[in-house]
């Protein structure tokens, strides 16, 4: 979920667990969503999106839900694997405008 | 194709001292952001270029600057250095279109001291 003070949450998981990481957005006209996955050391990655006009997307490993009346977004990724240990940041559009928004980020440890 | 590519990777300046942060989007990309990244504040949008114009502007004060060049390379530059201004600076460049993913570069870490 998303964090209110200088930490990232954080999820712990086991490798081979399924991951749900959580997304509160804050604008209900957005109608257009983005995951990214940030390395230590890297820049943010594009992993997933999904469009307003949808609920649920899937793509290799991972699937995004959205939920329009609580204006809430997750990312589950299925089987994770220490080599998904990230900050992961969803960001939300505004029909026409260039610049998303981006969420605090989660902090995402896979134990081997 | 080459990703994008942020010069320099780190460096280290004091208060007061002006700083020049240069990204290189992938080619054909038109549209260039900028980002501060901090512990505290997480990803703050500066501001974004297209077509060598700024197209959309955060909250930043005026010491927060940049430029695109026809190349579409941008550049963007801190003057009078704040220790506040220490975070990782990160561009990200992108096609015409409003929706769409960002292609992030590695950020360019700045301290300042």
């Known amino acids: 979920g998303e964090s209110v003070g200088l930490h990232l949450p954080t999820l712990s998981v086991q490798e081979g667990d399924n991951s749900i990481i959580n997304c509160a957005y804050s604008?209900?006209?957005?109608?257009?969503f983005i995951w990214y996955k940030q390395e230590s050391g890297k820049g943010p990655q594009f992993i997933i999106d999904i469009r307003s006009n949808m609920d649920k997307r899937q793509g290799q490993r991972v699937t995004v839900l959205l939920n329009k009346t609580v204006k809430h977004l997750s990312l589950q990724i299925a089987a994770t694997q220490p080599g998904d240990s990230a900050v992961y940041f969803c960001?939300?559009?505004?029909?026409?405008?260039?610049?998303?928004?981006f969420g605090r980020g989660t902090s995402l440890i896979v134990h081997p | 194709k080459a990703g994008v590519t942020q010069t320099p990777r780190y460096l280290i300046k004091t208060r007061g001292q002006q700083v020049t942060l240069s990204c290189s989007p992938i080619?054909?990309?038109?549209?260039v952001s900028w980002y501060q990244q901090t512990p505290g504040q997480g990803l703050q949008f500066l501001f974004e270029y297209f077509s060598e114009t700024q197209r959309n502007k955060g909250n930043f004060p005026g010491r927060f600057s940049g430029r695109q060049f026809s190349n579409s390379r941008s550049e963007m530059n801190v003057s009078t250095l704040e220790l506040g201004d220490s975070a990782l600076y990160l561009c990200a460049g992108g096609t015409e279109g409003a929706t769409g993913e960002l292609f992030f570069g590695e950020g360019s870490r700045l301290t300042v001291l």
């Open positions: 604008n209900s006209a957005s109608d257009y």
């Open positions: 080619s054909g990309h038109r549209s």
């Open positions: 960001a939300e559009k505004v029909g026409g405008s260039y610049i998303p928004t």
